[in-house]
């Protein structure tokens, strides 16, 4: 019952951030960014549910090692 707890927030809070970074995507290349699909271009447009000191370190987060 635990395990299958763990893993349906687990989920849950994988699709958060992926929703996030999709929006975040959408909204560089919706202003005719070049190089949308690139964290550089749209690390300025964080989601505003998103609070301003946790943005930073899930993009580093995602541009570590372990996501290339």
């Known amino acids: 019952m ?3 707890l763990i893993s349906r927030y687990g989920s849950r809070l994988r699709d958060f951030w992926y929703e996030a970074q999709k929006k975040a995507k959408k909204t560089a ?3 005719g960014l070049q ?3 690139d964290v ?3 690390r300025d447009f ?3 549910y998103i609070p301003e000191y946790i943005w930073p ?3 580093k987060h ?3 090692e ?3």
């Open 57 to 59: 370190h899930y993009l």
């Open 29 to 31: 290349r919706d202003r």
């Open 62 to 64: 995602v541009t570590s």
């Open 35 to 37: 190089g949308w699909n």
């Open 46 to 48: 964080k989601p505003i």
């Open 2 to 4: 635990f395990q299958l």
């Open 66 to 68: 372990r996501f290339t």
């Open 40 to 42: 550089a271009v749209w």
